[in-house]
């Protein structure tokens, strides 16, 4: 007997050897999809009935910072050096671990009811991070986030953080969780200590969350600096390859864009954010073209202001468009790849597709909608016209953690009170201290 049967909707796959099935069935047992077709004689312990509705992978997030989901709506509309200086690093430096865990639960919850079954998070506190993935469901790539500013003592401390929560951290929560390096951005780290990193990846079979040309002040600085920009400083040190997240990767000129593909490095698309902060645009098409991995993410709330993958879909996809003046540029269906089968790949994830012998993790999207009807493309549906709202069950590794848009794996009401609990007290903190 099986323990879930997903029966009578509309199987969205993301798996190139498997065409959608208009009306079937998904069977999962032990946490895999056992099955994927039109009818089976299998029974399971739960039947969910997804007439109306499709089934499809769960979204991996790439690129997170969930502890800042307490500053969601917090000195918003300035520009990047006031935004820094004067808000966010102020209050940043009044965090508490219990407000990095409330923060995490909220921001866990959000993505549990967007369709979220994945994330890659890089901030403070990590281990208060990993007891919210672990008691969630959720599945997570975590990394400290290690800012060394040129100091050799900090370098040294920071690296010894960063290796003690890999070493506590790395295959927990049977092994939904997976521990990475996470040095800053090559504007926050030295190259020395950048080379210190990657040595202690490769040794420890480890790998490595990191920013890259984000601004174009980065680009600047790192001129100045050494006479290159982030991607060719990188490449000379030998840092890049397939186990590398590098995030934003905005100010890219087509020889960077080579060694990325070259190295198989994994790129996190943010949106936005790089809207949002007037960062730029990441030249997407231009690495797709290439070969290269390019998958979403949304950065934090603080910057974003929300955890919604749909959302981040549907402005990549128009965003590339418009850049490019070409209507033909990253459509639905590609974008969809981002969201789930390329950042699957980055997370090194045996997920992103609904497909027999992988993980379960899918979500079942309600499209019995006023504004997802009527439906004569479901891949453009999803991108252009659905939300996060739409998210009526997850399932992450055989476990259901929301079930009819009722969420099963937390108390909803208690976690966004204690979230907006925690921001208040934090911001009475910072205004004192004004």
Known sequence: MADIIIKNGYILTMDPSLESIKNGVVVIEDGRITDVCENTEETADTVIDAQGSVVMPGFVNTHTHAGMT??????????????????????????????????????????????????????????EVGKVVEDSGLRAALSYGMIELWDEEKGKAELKKGKAFINEWDGKADGRISAMYGPHAPNTCSKEFLMKVREQATEDNAKIHIHVLETEAELNQMKDQYGMCSVNMLDEIDFFGPD????????????????????????????????????????????????????????????????????????????????????????????????TVNGAKALDLN??????????????????????????????????????????TTIVNGRVLMDDYRVLCMDEQKVIDEGRDAAEKLMSRVDAKK
């Open 351 to 392: 997920s992103g597709m609904i497909r027999k012998d992988y993980n379960a993790d899918v979500i079942i999207v309600d499209m019995n909608k006023a504004h997802l009807n009527p439906l004569y493309d479901v891949p453009s549906h999803l991108v252009y016209s659905a939300g996060s709202s739409d998210v009526r």
């Open 70 to 127: 307490l500053f969601r709506g917090y000195a918003d509309d300035l520009a990047l050096s006031d935004w820094l200086e004067n808000h966010i690093w102020p209050a940043e430096a009044e965090l508490t671990a219990s407000d990095v865990y409330a923060g995490t639960r909220l921001a866990c919850l959000e993505m549990i009811k967007s369709g979220t079954i994945a994330f890659a998070d890089m901030y403070f506190f990590m281990e």
């Open 244 to 339: 590398v997240l590098a995030a934003h990767c905005v100010w890219l000129s087509d020889g960077d864009m080579d060694i990325l593909r070259n190295n198989n490095v994994n790129i996190s698309h943010n949106p936005v954010s790089n809207m949002k902060l007037a960062s730029g645009i990441a030249p997407v098409t231009k690495l797709l073209d290439r070969g290269a991995n390019v998958c979403l993410g949304t950065d934090g709330c603080a910057s974003n202001n929300n955890l919604g993958m749909f959302e981040e879909m549907k402005t990549a996809a128009l965003l590339q468009k418009v850049e490019t003046m070409d209507p033909m540029a990253l459509p639905a269906r590609q974008v969809l790849e981002m969201a």
